[in-house]
Nanobody, 122 residues
């Protein structure tokens, strides 16, 4: 099974940017759809962004559209999340996830990383 390792979290002021990275233990292109989720304190985990198995379709939560960009580097087995114009409500643990479904819904992810903390100060 694929193993996922996130990095790039940290403390940033509102309006700032961060780029999260997720290193996969094996090739993901054409094998897994990939996604980013987040969980704020006291809240359920929520979908942030996803990319289907061949990289041709991307999806975003309404709350991040126009500010976040998901991207994949197939050669490097890496997934990224570029986050711009960050807001305090974006404070959460961010998780990288993989799905064996080619075009999964938010509840169809099978493998998860440990998460990376993002804190946005006001």
């Amino acid at each position: 099974q694929v193993q996922l390792d996130e990095s790039g979290g940290g403390l940033v002021q509102a309006g700032g940017s961060l780029r999260l990275s997720c290193a996969a233990s094996e090739r993901t292109f054409s094998r897994y759809a990939m996604g980013w989720f987040r969980q704020a304190p006291g809240k359920e985990r929520e979908f942030v962004a996803g990319i289907n198995y061949n990289g041709r379709r991307v999806y975003y939560a309404d709350s991040v559209k126009g500010r976040f960009t998901i991207a994949i580097s197939n050669a490097a087995n890496m997934l990224y999340l570029q986050m711009n114009s960050l807001k305090p409500e974006g404070t959460a643990v961010y998780y990288c996830a993989a799905s064996i479904a080619s075009d999964p819904g938010p509840r169809e992810y099978d493998y998860w990383g440990q998460g990376t903390q993002v804190t946005v100060s006001s």
